[in-house]
Nanobody, 120 residues
Framework: QVQLVESGGGLVQPGGSLRLSCAAS????????MDWYRQAPGKERELVAT???????NYADSVKGRFTISRDNAKNTVYLQMNSLKPEDTAVYYC??????????????WGQGTQVTVSS
């Protein structure tokens, strides 16, 4: 059983910064793609950032230049550094990972979500 545990959310003023973390635990072989999603009230969940196993990254246009996704494979952890935060970044942020749990089976796992609120 794989578990993803997120941390780092909170309340921040516009222009401020936060760093989210998400650590995977349990029994598995390898973590491939790691993603951060977010869901604001009344809106659909959207993909914010992706980091692939080789380290390449993709970002939503709305966060390019402000957010940075990174990973520490030794710690099975993905990070999201969020700078120059705006009120429209307010949402529940979820990490998600493609995890190889058996020799020929990969599953998609999700964290519980962490609230990020940007407000003065």
């Amino acid at each position: 059983q794989v578990q993803l545990v997120e941390s780092g959310g909170g309340l921040v003023q516009p222009g401020g910064s936060l760093r989210l973390s998400c650590a995977a635990s349990g029994s598995f072989f390898k973590i491939n793609q790691m993603d951060w999603y977010r869901q604001a009230p009344g809106k659909e969940r959207e993909l914010v950032a992706t980091i692939f196993g080789g380290g390449s990254t993709n970002y939503a246009d709305s966060v390019k230049g402000r957010f940075t996704i990174s990973r520490d494979n030794a710690k099975n952890t993905v990070y999201l550094q969020m700078n120059s935060l705006k009120p429209e970044d307010t949402a529940v942020y979820y990490c998600s990972m493609d995890i190889r749990v058996k020799t020929y089976y990969t599953e998609r796992d999700w964290g519980q979500g962490t609230q990020v609120t940007v407000s003065s």
